[in-house]
T-cell receptor, first 113, second 113 residues
Framework: DSGVTQTPKHLITATGQRVTLRCSPR?????VYWYQQSLDQGLQFLIQ???????AKGNILERFSAQQFPDLHSELNLSSLELGDSALYFC????????????FGQGTRLTVV | AQSVTQPDIHITVSEGASLELRCNYS??????LFWYVQSPGQGLQLLLK??????LVQGIKGFEAEFKRSQSSFNLRKPSVHWSDAAEYFC???????????FGKGTRLHILP
């Protein structure tokens, strides 16, 4: 158990819908990362937050947004969903940005039908 | 742009045989380097990391990796694999400027009995 909790574990939704994925980092970790894992693209970095502020941005679509709340949990919002958004979405946390190892959650498997 | 290359998509070895998984990176300075393992249906778990110092690093589960600056490589090795090592292995690099963790595409390891 990494200490990072992601909910829900599975999500099935229709195209055009909006979903929210939630991540609770390890106790004391200030940095949260979001990744998308798909068969064709591999693990793609989406976005990173550190202590509530956006720290780094990767290949995140405009339809996607994220935030980190004062209690340090984070949410990834995916809107106007397309079939191609079906993937495993991982959250990871670390004590500080970049320098320490990242601890990964079990992921949320999103299926868009 | 910084990149991480894992040239082998699949590798098959017999149980008890030695293993080497290749990883090359493209980065201007010495990056922070990581190897993660992902078992089916699981999140990623850190095997080992290199920040500086001794270029041969030991990790969990009997794995080790050697940083070779001249070859821009950080190959993962294990002298004798076990059936439980069957998983997907990801090499990762921290881009310190942006604090992003960049992953390779992964190598799926299959173990023959």
């Amino acid at each position: 158990d990494s200490g990072v909790t992601q909910t829900p574990k599975h999500l099935i939704t229709a195209t055009g819908q909006r979903v929210t994925l939630r991540c609770s980092p390890r106790s004391g970790d200030l940095s949260v990362y979001w990744y998308q894992q798909s068969l064709d693209q591999g693990l793609q970095f989406l976005i990173q937050y550190y202590n509530g502020e956006e720290r780094a941005k990767g290949n995140i679509l405009e339809r996607f947004s994220a935030q980190q709340f004062p209690d340090l949990h984070s949410e990834l919002n995916l809107s106007s969903l397309e079939l191609g958004d079906s993937a495993l979405y991982f959250c990871a946390s670390s004590p500080s940005p970049g320098l320490a190892e990242a601890f990964f959650g079990q992921g949320t498997r999103l299926t868009v039908v | 742009a910084q990149s991480v290359t894992q040239p082998d998509i699949h590798i098959t070895v017999s149980e008890g045989a030695s293993l080497e998984l290749r990883c090359n990176y493209s980065y201007g300075a010495t990056p922070y380097l990581f190897w993660y393992v992902q078992s089916p249906g699981q999140g990623l778990q850190l095997l080992l990391k290199y920040f500086s110092g001794d270029t041969l690093v030991q990790g969990i589960k009997g794995f080790e990796a050697e940083f070779k600056r001249s070859q821009s490589s950080f190959n993962l090795r294990k002298p004798s694999v076990h059936w439980s090592d069957a998983a997907e292995y990801f090499c990762a690099v921290v881009e310190r400027r942006d604090d992003k963790i960049i992953f390779g595409k992964g190598t799926r390891l299959h173990i023959l009995p």
